[in-house]
C-alpha cells in the first residue's frame, strides 16, 4: 500500500508542477529564480536525458513501458517490507509521469534550471533518486533476502 501511495504522490507533484509550468509560461521562457545559477525555464523535451534519441518519441515509449512493467515486476516478486521497494515506487512515480508526458504531448516537460546542466523536472529527480538508493543498498548496505517465495 506505501509503495502505491509514494508511486501516486510522485506522479501528482510532477504532474501538478508540469501542468502549473504549461499553464503559466510560455515554451522557451525562463524565470530567474537565483540570477545566472537557478531558473525555471520551460523546455519541451523531445529526447531523453542530455538529449539522447531526440525525436524518437515511439522508442522513448517502448522504453518507458519496459522500465514501468519491470518495476511493477519487481514490486510484486519482493517482500512487502522490502528496502528495495521505497526507491523502486520512486522509480515507478518519475518513469509514469515523464511517459505520460511522452504519450500525451509528444514531449517532457522540463523546468528545473541550473544553467550548467540540462533543464530537467521532478520525475527526474525522483528517477535519480530511486536509482541513488539503490545503488547505495547495493554497494554500502549487507545484502538481505528480499525475494518474497510466493509465486
Not at 509514494?6 to 504532474?15: G, K
Not at 515506487?89 to 517532457?108: C, E, M, Q, T
Amino acid at each position: 500500500m506505501i509503495f502505491f501511495l509514494i508511486v501516486f504522490f510522485v506522479l501528482i507533484f510532477d504532474q501538478g508542477l508540469k501542468f502549473l509550468v504549461k499553464t503559466l509560461m510560455n515554451p522557451g521562457q525562463s524565470i530567474p529564480l537565483i540570477n545566472n545559477v537557478l531558473h525555471l525555464t520551460f523546455v519541451q523535451n523531445k529526447g531523453a536525458a542530455f538529449g539522447l534519441f531526440y525525436g524518437k518519441g515511439w522508442l522513448l515509449l517502448i522504453i518507458g513501458a519496459i522500465v514501468i512493467a519491470t518495476i511493477i515486476y519487481f514490486h510484486f516478486k519482493l517482500s512487502s517490507k522490502s528496502f528495495y521497494q521505497m526507491p523502486l515506487a520512486l522509480i515507478l512515480g518519475g518513469s509514469l509521469g515523464n511517459f505520460l508526458d511522452r504519450l500525451f504531448l509528444g514531449h517532457v516537460v522540463d523546468y528545473i534550471d541550473f544553467r550548467i546542466w540540462p533543464v530537467f523536472n521532478l520525475a527526474d529527480i525522483m528517477i535519480n533518486l530511486g536509482v541513488a538508493l539503490l545503488i547505495f543498498k547495493m554497494v554500502f548496505l549487507k545484502e538481505q533476502k528480499d525475494v518474497s517465495h510466493s509465486s
